[in-house]
């Protein structure tokens, strides 16, 4: 599991006085680095190896910009060439937002979907709740 | 159905060349404007009556910031306090990305849901594909 | 003088009711289009022939998300190898914010500044206003 | 001075590699966090008590989103409603870029600048840099 702090932004809250639901794809993003550090470690374009498929988003609390948001990372699935991730938010130790992600591994050369290497599953392995 | 342009930005594209999917709630949400003014005709905060529960995007083909994308919005399901609403954003009379959300007829002054008058149910009738 | 509309996002909003200043120059880049169409007809970034060096934007006005905003854009000064851009946005008639942007002909595959050709700098001068 | 570490995201980078100038202003606003406790303690946007008059921004050096980028922040000037504060972003040791904005001491509840009470002021003596 990953664990990973977001300061939430004001120019992140709307005009109803809260963070916008649009922002939680982009803390969940944020919040997936060290995982996308496992399939590249630099995280240069030139070498990035990832393609997101499909996102769904729960807003469970409605979030302040006055405190810190945590993330937690994880991985429910690791298919042949794609995989599943899990994301809890929460803010003054209360659940706030889950999200889940579908990556396919892949290769921008050629634009296909490839199998994950071996090493990177041994890696991804050991972030997998089940 | 309601039908809307979106002109897609320089800044919105990421280092990978197209547009980011975290760009994609953010113009679903624009393209659910007219759905809003049925619910708040004159979009003021004040009034503002709905709250997002949670949304899927899925992201069919890579998007480019060189082209409008039109997005066409309609109504899936009528719930008592809440609705589902479908999108499906095309580019180049290409499918691109659909989107799923679910929003809750909402009131801000108790922080409850309530139920959705008969005359706002009227005109969301009028949207309702199945 | 280039116009162009800009409708306004609830998720552009934040806490305080109004648009927050950091959408300014989103706006504003956005209605640059048609000048950097003069650069890179197609838009593509692998032709991509200018940076940005500096901007300034100044608040005239608080600004609403509920009514379209009009943003003209204009040439100030051509240098040899830069040119200085005019914007004002305006809300409901009023002037709401201005903008000015020093952008630079630049070629990206050496990293240096370049001469601003003969055919764009006759096509920029149509749109310089002193 | 202030001292504030900015993680930056993928979505701010754009189709050019590098993070788009848009983010900047983002940033800087999320790096004056500070600099607003002293004004609204809780940050809170019922008791919010600044407006943003003008911003403006120089970027000296093209940024990845690649490592960490650190911002500097200090007061330039007290005025008797405003202030202004500059603000330096670097990367890896380099700087990247410069901010300037002026913030006016605000009554939201009049719409009018106000004067910027004594204890305030002396706290923000203590960041004034000449």
Redesign the interface.
């Known amino acids: 599991m990953f664990k990973y702090k977001i300061?939430p932004?004001?120019?992140e809250?709307?005009?109803?006085?809260?963070i916008?639901?649009?922002?939680?794809?982009?803390w969940f993003?944020?919040a997936r680095?060290d995982l996308?550090r496992i399939f590249n470690p630099?995280?240069?374009?030139k070498t990035?190896n990832l393609?997101?498929?499909?996102?769904?988003?729960?807003?469970v609390n409605q979030i302040n910009?006055?405190s810190p948001v945590t993330i937690i990372t994880y991985i429910e699935k690791i298919g042949e060439k794609s995989l599943i991730v899990q994301q809890e938010a929460s803010q003054d130790n209360i659940k706030v937002a889950s999200g889940k992600t579908v990556l396919i591994h892949f290769d921008?050369s050629t634009n296909t979907a490839s199998e994950i290497p071996k090493e990177i599953r041994d890696r991804l392995n050991k972030h997998l709740v089940q």
Do not use: A, C, M, Q
């Open positions: 300061e932004r004001l120019s809250t709307d005009g109803l006085g809260h916008n639901n649009t922002v939680l794809p982009v993003e944020e680095k996308f630099s995280l240069e374009v990035w393609i997101l498929k499909r996102f769904e988003v729960e807003i910009h006055t921008y």
